[in-house]
């Protein structure tokens, strides 16, 4: 009688309780901040998939098309190969436009669902064929 | 009400009790940070690495004059050097990210020895690409490399002088890094290629080398008689000078007796070929011998043909390197981080 | 003393310390284990390494042409022949494969670790614009292989009859994308 007594003092016991609060709060705390940590460890994961995300190599591989084998090509050829990259684009699911606004002058458009990008380009722009030295001054 | 307790048993209790929490609560306190500052650094690092690859090979820097600051431009190598320039350099060439403009290669080299007065002093290379944060320090090595290294058989990149083309910062320790690797293009610069180009009168040329070569590149053109035989052969001998032992295999063998077919003519690889020759008869070397070459040579016979042999020490020759502007030397510049 | 240890009154703070440590412990361990916590997978990193280095690779074996002389043409003895041109001018339709010096130059580039398939992929005009391609490396990839592509123009004198390109295009350039999917072994 005086045990049952006795464990239900134990029990009812609330003297002790601020331990289990205090270990409460601080797991909380813990799974909180853990969560925030993570947030921003996938944050970097994302802005450096971002990096690669957008086709760097892709639109420099378009504008080097653009600013060199054009200069081999007539307008109809022109035309014809900027069709096939466009299909060939597309099949991957991405739009790309190289559209002609002057004699020397081009659009390139590279659009998907991750990035739209655009840029006039000039063929006359002579920097890419300069020498190893880098070219002229400033 | 603890303290006002009469019986003292129930201090010890919460002794126990309190020491039991405290224990694990530190125990978890110092334990949780040190797993996650690995991940997170590895991370931090590797971006790191990156942006300084990407920041060499695919910019060609910037320059600005703190005076007047409508001068500005690219083209930091002729600048940076002058008063008042503040400027963050970049390898690659204007408008050609991943081809890599000589001049700016040699004035990184250049600021960099003019700051630190050594290359194994990483402190300025640190302060220009922004690897110095409040918290963190990282420490930065940037070499240039043939392709055929890999991360544990790093063979630098050498010119025809035999000086290391580029290798920046303290030595890699051995410890967790973070290496990024990227495949660059330099122009088929002299310093580069050690050219031999035939000359009718003569027909054998000997080139002394070492192995593995970053390169070899052989542009046949035109032949000088149509109606003559011509030919070309190209050996590697390994030679030990004391005991004048000779080991050799070739490796080309073209022979014609008549030199008007003009499918021969074209621009052709041999570095595989060569760097294959070279371990094949090194293993054949020692068994035969029981002693180690101490001479590699390539030897060639050309007959009555217009071409030049590039051999490089720096990377992979593609297109010919006399001729054509888009001609290149491929290597790889590796850059490694650490913290530290 | 002996009262100290007799008595069994109290024990309250002990068992909440205990429970208090154990919860602790099983709140970390629960963290640890979630992959959401510890989540940035170390193989995205290998991933975005070894996608720059295949276009790397890429752009280092598309040597341009900076001259071309339509009359000597296919031109292939002006043609590198590590190049990305030379490979895909010489490619034969009866058994379309890269020559040797491309293969070699390329796995030079690329560490022994890593394995490769290529593809080609091109625009058939005169069969409706469907879209044709060709293996010319047949590996089999692994679910984390990255692919990366180029487009490489081809003039229409080098297009010979004995090419797979052959009757794809009405006498003008064609494109010619160059896919290859990377892993490590």
Redesign the interface.
């Known amino acids: 009688m005086k045990n049952i007594n ?1 464990k239900d ?2 029990l009812k ?1 609330e ?3 601020v ?2 609060l ?3 709060i ?2 909380t705390l ?2 909180s901040l ?2 925030l ?2 947030q921003n ?2 944050a ?2 994302e802005s ?2 971002a ?2 995300s957008f086709p ?3 639109v ?3 504008k ?2 653009v600013k ?2 054009f200069g ?2 007539d307008s ?2 022109e035309e ?2 900027i ?3 466009k ?2 684009y597309a ?1 991957k699911g991405t739009y790309v436009d190289v559209e002609r606004v002057s004699s020397s002058k081009y659009k390139l458009v590279y659009s998907n669902t991750e990035v739209y990008f655009s840029e006039y380009l000039s063929v006359q ?1 002579e ?12 | ?2 303290v006002k307790e009469e019986k003292g048993r129930l201090s010890l209790d ?1 002794l126990i ?2 020491s039991i ?1 405290l224990f694990s ?1 530190i125990f ?1 306190g110092q334990f ?1 940070p040190s797993v ?1 500052a690995d ?2 650094s590895e ?2 690092v ?2 790191e690495a ?1 942006k300084v690859s990407v920041l060499l090979v ?1 910019d ?1 820097g910037r320059w600005i004059n703190l005076d007047s600051p409508d001068e500005k ?3 930091w ?2 600048e940076w050097y002058k008063n008042n320039i503040s400027y963050r350099p970049g390898l690659a ?5 991943g081809f890599i ?4 290669l040699v004035e990184f080299k250049n600021a960099t020895f003019t700051n630190q007065m050594t290359y194994e002093d990483d402190s300025w290379v640190r302060d220009v690409f922004g690897l110095n944060t409040p918290d963190r320090t990282y420490h930065v090595n940037i070499t240039l490399l043939k392709p055929q290294s890999t991360a544990y058989s790093p063979y630098y990149s050498k010119d025809k002088y035999g000086n290391v083309v580029l290798a920046i910062g303290p030595p890699i320790p051995n410890k967790k890094v973070s290496r990024y690797e990227r495949v660059i293009n330099l ?1 088929a ?1 002299s310093d580069f290629l050690n050219v031999t180009k035939t000359n009718p009168s003569n027909e054998n040329y000997e080139v002394n080398t070492t192995f593995p070569l970053g390169g070899a590149l052989i542009v046949i053109r035109e032949s000088i008689n149509p109606s003559a035989a011509c030919w070309v052969q190209i050996k590697v001998e390994l030679e030990n000078t004391t005991s004048n032992n000779i080991l050799f295999e070739t490796i080309y063998d073209l022979n014609l007796t008549t030199c008007n077919d003009p499918s021969i003519f074209g621009i052709y690889p041999l570095t595989s070929q060569l760097n294959e020759a070279y371990e094949d008869l090194y293993e054949e070397f020692i068994d035969t011998y029981n002693e180690i070459p101490d001479t590699n040579e390539i030897t060639l016979r050309i007959k009555n043909l217009n071409c030049s042999v590039g051999l490089s020490q720096v990377g992979e020759i593609l297109g010919d390197f006399e001729t054509d ?1 888009e001609a290149r030397i491929v290597a790889k510049l590796v850059v490694t981080v650490w913290e530290g | 003393m002996r009262k100290l240890f007799h008595n ?6 002990t ?3 205990i ?3 154990l ?2 412990l099983i ?2 361990y629960a ?1 640890f284990e979630s992959s ?6 170390w193989s ?2 290998g991933n ?1 390494q070894l ?2 280095k295949g ?1 790397d690779v890429l ?1 280092s074996l598309d040597v ?2 900076t001259s ?1 002389n339509q009359s000597a043409c296919p031109d292939l003895s002006n043609l590198s022949r590590n190049s990305l041109q030379y490979m895909l001018v010489q490619l034969n339709s009866s058994d379309p494969q890269p020559n040797s010096e491309f293969l070699n130059a390329m796995n030079a580039m690329l560490d022994p670790s890593i394995k490769k398939r290529l593809e080609v ?3 058939n ?1 005169t069969n409706n ?1 469907t ?1 044709q391609s060709l293996v010319l490396i047949n590996n089999t990839p692994i679910p984390d292989a990255v692919g ?4 490489i ?1 081809l ?1 229409p004198c080098e297009i010979t009859s004995q090419s797979p390109f052959n009757g794809s ?1 009405n006498d ?4 010619v ?1 160059v896919r290859m999917i990377l892993w490590y072994v």
């Open positions: 006795r003092e134990i016991d003297r002790g309780q331990l289990i205090f270990s409460l601080v797991a813990i799974a853990s969560i940590h993570a460890l996938i970097g994961v450096s998939r990096f690669l760097k190599d892709e420099r591989n378009l080097y098309i060199l084998d081999h090509l109809d050829a014809n190969l069709d096939q990259i299909l060939l099949a722009d920097e890419i064929w300069l020498p190893e030295t880098g070219g002229g001054g400033g | 009400m603890v919460m009790g309190l929490f609560f978890i949780l996650f991940t997170r991370i931090s590797f971006s990156y695919e060609p431009g690219f083209h190598e002729n060439r204007v408008g050609r990210p403009c000589l001049q700016k122009p610069a502007v | 069994e009154e109290a024990q309250a703070f068992l909440e310390g429970t208090a440590a919860l602790l709140v970390t963290l959401v916590v510890v989540s940035p997978i995205e990193y975005i996608k720059q276009y752009r341009h042409r071309l992929y091109w625009v005009q614009n879209i990366v592509g180029r487009i123009v003039y295009v003008t350039a064609l494109a994308e």
